[in-house]
């Protein structure tokens, strides 16, 4: 595997093989990495003819506590290229001014992930998109928030990339592969397969008919019965993220369930009759 | 000159030229076209191997009105494509979600251009940014702070293209090109050189060593006289268009000068001692 650390070195490998009609694979990561991040990966090598992956850290001190750990996942899933920015060069000017921006996915929809960290993700993901150019970006449904975010500014703003979700990774037991999984406690661990037990039964009902948005929601919480601390149960349109009284057409519950400090995140697709 | 309406139509001319590292040079309008905007396509023409304009009309239904007036003017220039969008195929998904936006600029500037136009300025200026591709992208200094955005929002999201500023066009009287010119009585227009000249003795000022910043506002407001109704004067940072009491380093003054029903605007650039 070849790191980069400059955007030159990235538009250097990129712009060429482009010339050749060659396909382009982009996942990305900040880090702690996981089977989830792994199957990204392994989809962005088998789909395209050049693969490479971006990792982030966790700031700027921060690289080299995962890196050691992260590549003896990355390197068995064959990517030829990883881009670790050397900070200086990717923000050669700061404070960065910029913002990218979905006021109707972040405040206009239901509270889910805070709105300052959502600005933060889609202005980097903007940045992003601009350092690789043309390609596939492979992102995972895992943040359903951020994901559908991505695919409506790359259609908003004409960016010639296709988002592409990548469906949630599990354990055998349902549980969505998460960097937080190992700040849970064996008994917290063991309450944790509730979450996506629940949205399946919300997925059944509005499959087998229900379309009342507050009864899946209802059913969707009686189902975590006393888990954990349910922050969040929403069904959502898959695309807008808007609430809708009668549910049609694609939709997504999205859930957070809290047990002890650690806030889980899932979700589920179904569609409505 | 060959017309294109479609994206791809613009990407299919353009990604073969890139490929063969030719330089591409960008200019675009709302039309009503005038010198100033000739000034952009000229040096487009002149600085790139293949030069491109965009012609945004003033909207979906107002496209043919201008049109047959502006082409005259623009053909003289040898530009050799055009694009005027397909609004269907430039957003084909509505209402668009995704802002771009830069708050220091805009809300953390001395209030001057509407902030709700500011931001469809530069998120439709992204949008461009993403349609044509890397490219050296010409924008006039008239408007100063629109420039400035574009500077920044491309160094700040990492785009591949270079925002050339190019100086405002003006009339043999000092009067600055703008299609707002015509909305002018005879009578009007007469009082209109009062603008850029009460600018040139600011700039005079500061590059005499004058550092206050009220007082340079001062002796530009002093300046008008009774020429019109002084909107603004704001002597900033030329970059980061912040106020300082002290003016150091690369200064814009800008002001707007309102004659009858007309706002003119115009800016000057000095360099404090």
Redesign the interface.
Known sequence: MKILSK?AEV?ALL?PA??EDKTIGVMGTSGRMHAGHISLIEKAVAENDLAIMFWMGGGEGLYERNWDDDVKLIEPTGVEYAYLPDYAD?M??RP??????????STGAPPMEPVEHLDAVT?TT??LF??F??MRYYSGEKDWQQLAMFK??A??????IEVIGCPVVREADGVAMSSRNVKLTAEERARAPALYRALVKGKEAIESGETGSAKVVSLVREAMGDAGEVIYVHALDAE?LQPMDRLTGEIRIIASLKLGEVPLVDNIGATAK
């Open positions: 955007i538009r712009e482009r010339a990717f050669p000017v960065s001014y910029t913002l990218t921006t979905l006021p109707q996915l202005t903007a940045k601009n350092v150019g043309p409506r500014m259609i908003d703003l004409s960016w010639d807008t």
